[in-house]
């Protein structure tokens, strides 16, 4: 795809790009440009897309880290997607670690995965649909396609033993609804774990492997090493695992 002149978006266009900020709730260009619907594009394209759509305040660019942007949905961009007005405006901080780890863990990693919203979660898995489900559900079309939870660990100083608990009570909680059981007994469901230390990873990965509940649900720990930029009091060099 071509992005052509500011004037000549396609109306088609514009709502992809809307859905996807809306969906992950932050964008950059050089993530569009990997996107299925943008693969012959170039990142300069994607920014000028993005800059397109920031004169017509359907988005806002933000700062990120470093100086790197962002880009958000305005109000207005809120209102055509037909999602709530709290979707749009710049995140917080916490809120921007965990929306650029699932991006980067569904969009620019080993291979694409697709963050479900609570209405596709219940279109295509109406037997898992219920209230009080958690957000980060995601599909992995690889192979026979599998479903997936995204839990985000990136405290630079929490305890390794504190995320394993938290996510054997994700286990008990979906193991113990039969919809999610099936799943999980067929291989095709799966809780992703993102943090930012490969040597935490490893940590995590280790400590899963003691637990027997923790080998009713595939459960995998994903290294994001971007994340370190977000986190000022730390600086790049010199990390060590006792400071996991």
Known sequence: MTIGTKSA????????TLSHVARYRLTMPAVLSRLRQFSTAKPREMETLLNSLTDRSLVAAA???????????????????????????????????????????????DRPRHLLTGAELGQHFPNLQRPGLPAGYYFDPHGAGSLGLIRVDAGHT?????????????????CNQAGFRKLAQAG???????????QKAQRLTDGFALHADARRISVRVVAIPE????????PRKGVTTNTL
Request: net charge positive; glycine share 6%; with cysteine.
């Open 9 to 16: 978006l396609s109306g088609e266009l514009v709502d992809s």
């Open 63 to 109: 700062p990120l880290v470093q100086r790197q942007r962002y880009w958000h949905l305005t109000a207005l961009g809120a209102r055509r997607c037909g999602v709530p007005e709290n979707y749009s405006g710049p995140l917080s901080e916490p809120a921007k670690i965990k929306a650029y780890a699932v991006l980067q863990f569904c969009c620019l990693g």
């Open 158 to 174: 929490g305890r390794w033993d504190r995320v394993i608990q938290s996510v054997r009570e994700d286990i008990s909680s979906h």
């Open 188 to 198: 095709r469901f799966e809780i992703t774990v993102l943090t930012t230390f490969i």
């Open 227 to 234: 994340l370190l930029s977000f986190i000022s009091s730390i």
